[in-house]
């Protein structure tokens, strides 16, 4: 395993998850195809299915092989990060 | 294959299955994260996963690589009768 190997690795791995995230959520978010345009739900619940899903691939790697675990991210900057809206 | 291989052409094959086995565990960890947010992400609402999600993903991988070893014990079972 090179450096070339793992920077492609790396790529494929992103693009799968991409893939599985706009599988998972445009299944999860977008109820019916009758309007072009997104509505404010569907792109709200864009972003929180995005984010749901790294969490849960989180917790499943770190199941499944718990000794290279990614370590869970400081709760603070994701706390800082959020709109006031909520 | 008749003849004895050699030793570079066993490193390669080494290799070959190191890089294949890395492949393949993000390949199952994207799926079975794929299957158990399907299965498990039913609160919109909030943006991480809550408690009930998170133990039924939990769960889910649980389940999943109890499945899957009861599926290779029946595989071994099976191939060795063939």
Same mark, same amino acid.
């Given at each position: ?6 920077? #492609?690795? @790396?790529?494929?791995? #992103? /693009? ?6 706009? +599988? ?7 109820? &019916?195809?009758?309007?072009? @345009?997104?509505?404010? *739900? ?9 984010? &749901?899903?790294?969490?849960? !691939? ?5 199941? #499944? ?13 994701? +706390?800082?990060? &959020? /709109?006031?809206? !909520? | ?10 490193? &390669?094959?080494?290799?070959? =299955?190191?890089?294949?086995?890395? =492949?393949?565990?993000?390949?199952? /960890?994207?799926? =079975? ?19 009930? @999600?998170? =133990? ?16 290779? /014990? ?5 191939? *060795?009768?063939?």
């Amino acid at each position: 395993m090179d450096d070339i190997d793992v920077k #492609i690795l @790396e790529m494929k791995m #992103i /693009s799968k998850m991409f893939t599985g995230i706009s +599988e998972a959520c445009s299944a999860k978010c977008i109820s &019916k195809y009758s309007e072009g @345009e997104l509505n404010v *739900g569907e792109a709200v619940c864009a972003e929180r299915c995005a984010q &749901k899903w790294m969490d849960t !691939f989180k917790n499943v790697q770190s199941k #499944i092989n718990p000794q290279n675990a990614v370590p869970a991210t400081p709760a603070e900057p994701a +706390e800082q990060k &959020k /709109s006031s809206w !909520f | 294959m008749e003849r004895k291989l050699s030793k570079k052409e066993e490193e &390669k094959i080494v290799q070959e =299955l190191n890089k294949m086995q890395m =492949l393949e565990m993000v390949d199952t /960890s994207v799926n =079975l994260t794929n299957k158990c947010f399907q299965a498990c992400a039913t609160n919109f609402r909030i943006r991480t996963l809550d408690d009930d @999600e998170q =133990l039924c993903v939990y769960k889910c991988v649980e389940k999943n690589t109890n499945f899957l070893s009861a599926i290779n /014990s029946h595989f071994v079972k099976l191939s *060795g009768d063939a």
